[in-house]
């Protein structure tokens, strides 16, 4: 984008602002394309029609345009681009601040025929409410309230900006709109409107208002005592649009939202002659199966989860968060590898990640993310992520990429070994595992099970990936795993404890890591299978229990699928159209557990692995390893 520049409409930027810039051109050509990068969010317009929207989130340094092909808009002379950029003015889990700012340029086959500069006009846009952040939640952000206005008159002169960062092309393809979910009443007199699945996508409204008012939309993934459960805590998953006396129509393309139900509040007569959601997902195809009847269900249940989970970038759930883990990814990317014809978004994924990093070397907790807080488990589970990776698809370039980010990590590990165990790390990071109990805690210098017994896991796989790249792996992992049953092993009963502290305690997914490493006995082996004195595994790491079973012997095929189909059809019976986050479903951490987590995925993989005559184009990858 050479001579385009960085503009805003003023020097400084206040959060929640919405600034849109028009850019006149002619074009005579036969092809005509727009690079574009904004902060934090942009909607794009050529002859007052919707051409695009969405930005892949940026990092500080590096940034990233799409190109864009606005021939559909286009027509022969005078064309009249408008973008409307939101400046949201805040860290969440879906962006992070870097100020406010644009830079785009037109191309007429290949020559630039505008580019954003000083000439630049723009306006304040009356169509959002202007200064005024009301937060969703710490993850999500302010939410997009928006105003039946006309339209702004662009006329200021924009000031170019002194930024210097790397431009990149967006890594992945843009969304694209799959469904178009038309919200029925199910309640006339709370007015709610069930879209009659799980969804997640961006909210269109028409309604009809005797006076000017002001309309209150809240979404919830299920009905709390016959409402939308919009608030939680103080999480407020609501969009106001404020409305004139007659004909309203609203579409919000700057906050998707991830849910079921829409209830609509206003203090004054209102009639809704519209309102659902435009499903927008990340274009992939899925494999066909053979399955039937509940293993079908589930199956297609677990794709659906998935999809609702793919759009910049993995997502752990798209209603509470939308963010992008190192763990939840690995789980799904495993699940996609079997489930869709294509890999490439896991690499874009893998690489994304790696570029989040603290100064120790460890992933910080989600991608993108300033602040230095991580958890040094999923660090490592990332690293069995590119393994898996190189695995499936042969790609070994991705090391080219990710290799540093792969070493800070085992070397962030390597300082934390006192006398063959790794310590738990020390504040700001979170010393997480799972969801069950004594699975999670801020506690450093700590000896527990899961971490030392994942990180001899992730260093196996390290070891491999060294010997591609020629270089030397110099850990001693068998005085590690020595050093784990020396410190946990309870002879009494065959089972690891969770930490040293607490020999009285047992976990299952413990556990499963160390069989997985090579240890345990007959009776580990009964007691994981049985989960007789142990805390049992949730929902996100029961793969890791499947897994050791599997290992142990291939009889347990029946046990797992037994497993699967037990647990999962209890969440079918309940009405879910996607699967949970844990078992608990909403009543989990607070009344705010997730109904769409793709994490719980995984039996995808499992019917893959297990039945695999039920799918005609199934393959295993290129196995690598």
């Known amino acids: ?210 006076s000017t008012c002001t309309v209150t939309v809240g979404w919830g993934e299920h009905l709390a005592d016959g409402d939308v459960r919009q608030k939680v805590a103080d999480y407020d998953f609501s969009l106001q649009f404020r409305c004139k006396q007659g004909e309203n129509s609203f579409e919000n393309f700057f906050v998707r939202l991830g849910c079921r139900y829409l209830q609509v509040k206003c203090d004054c007569a209102v009639e809704v002659e519209r309102i659902g959601i435009y499903e927008y997902d990340y274009p992939v195809t899925v494999k066909k199966t053979a399955l039937t009847g509940l293993d079908k269900e589930i199956y297609d249940t677990c794709v659906r989860t998935l999809r609702l989970c793919m759009h910049e970038h993995y997502e752990d759930c798209p209603w509470r968060e939308q963010a992008l883990y190192a763990f939840d990814s690995r789980n799904q990317m495993l699940c996609g590898y079997r489930a869709f014809q294509e890999k490439s978004f896991a690499r874009a994924n893998l690489i994304y990640i790696s570029k989040s990093v603290n100064e120790n070397g460890l992933l910080k907790i989600i991608s993108p993310r300033k602040e230095e807080c991580g958890i040094p488990f999923f660090s490592l589970m990332y690293l069995v992520a590119v393994y898996e990776y190189i695995s499936e698809t042969g790609d070994e370039s991705i090391l080219d990429e990710v290799w540093e980010t792969l070493r800070g990590i085992l070397r962030a590990f390597s300082k934390r070994n006192e006398n063959g165990l790794i310590l738990t790390f020390d504040k700001p990071y979170w010393n997480f595992y799972e969801w069950s109990y004594y699975s999670a805690g801020d506690e450093g210098g700590k000896e527990y099970l899961i971490l030392n017994c994942a990180y001899v896991f992730a260093a196996k796989r390290f070891r491999k990936l060294c010997a591609l790249r020629g270089e030397i792996f110099t850990e001693n992992l068998a005085e590690h795993v020595a050093a784990i049953h020396k410190s946990f092993f309870l002879p009494e009963s065959g089972l690891y404890c969770v930490s040293t502290e607490h020999k009285d305690l047992c976990s299952q997914l413990g556990n499963a890591f160390a069989v997985l490493i090579g240890l345990g006995d007959i009776r580990t082996y009964r007691a994981i299978k049985t989960c007789e004195g142990l805390i049992e595994c949730t929902l996100s790491m029961r793969g890791f229990v499947y897994d050791a079973l599997l290992a142990i012997s291939q009889k347990n095929a029946a046990y797992v699928l037994d497993d699967i189909r037990i647990r999962y059809k209890k969440m079918l019976d309940a009405g879910a159209t996607t699967f949970w986050e844990t078992e608990e479903g909403e009543k989990a951490f607070e009344r705010t557990g997730s109904l769409c987590h793709a994490w719980s995925a995984v039996p995808i993989l499992y019917y893959h692995k297990l039945m695999p005559e039920k799918f005609p184009q199934n393959t295993q990858g290129r196995q690598r390893f």
């Open 1 to 210: 984008m050479n001579g385009a520049k960085w503009i805003w409409i003023t020097h400084e930027a206040i959060a929640e602002e919405y600034v849109t810039f028009e850019k006149k051109f002619i074009f005579f050509g036969k092809t005509l394309t727009l690079k574009i990068c904004a902060e934090t969010n942009y909607i794009v317009f050529l002859n007052g029609k919707r051409a695009a929207f969405g930005q892949f989130p940026n990092y500080q340094d590096e940034k990233y345009f799409d190109e864009l092909n606005l021939m559909p808009y286009a027509k022969k002379g005078e064309n009249t681009l408008r973008i409307t950029v939101r400046y949201e003015g805040c860290d969440s889990f879906t962006h992070i601040d870097d100020g406010a700012g644009i830079i785009f340029a037109v191309y007429d086959d290949g020559k630039q025929v505008g580019v954003s500069d000083r000439n630049t006009l723009a306006c304040y846009d009356t169509g959002y409410v202007q200064h005024d952040p009301r937060k969703i939640n710490f993850a999500l952000g302010y939410a997009c309230d928006m105003v039946n206005a006309d339209d702004c008159i662009c006329a200021a002169p924009c000031v170019e900006q002194d930024r210097t960062c790397t431009l990149r092309p967006r890594p992945v393809r843009k969304l694209e709109l799959t469904e178009t979910h038309e919200a029925m009443l199910c309640d006339a007199e709370r007015n709610v409107y069930d879209i009659g699945k799980e969804t997640s996508g961006y909210i269109y409204l028409k309604l009809r208002s005797e």
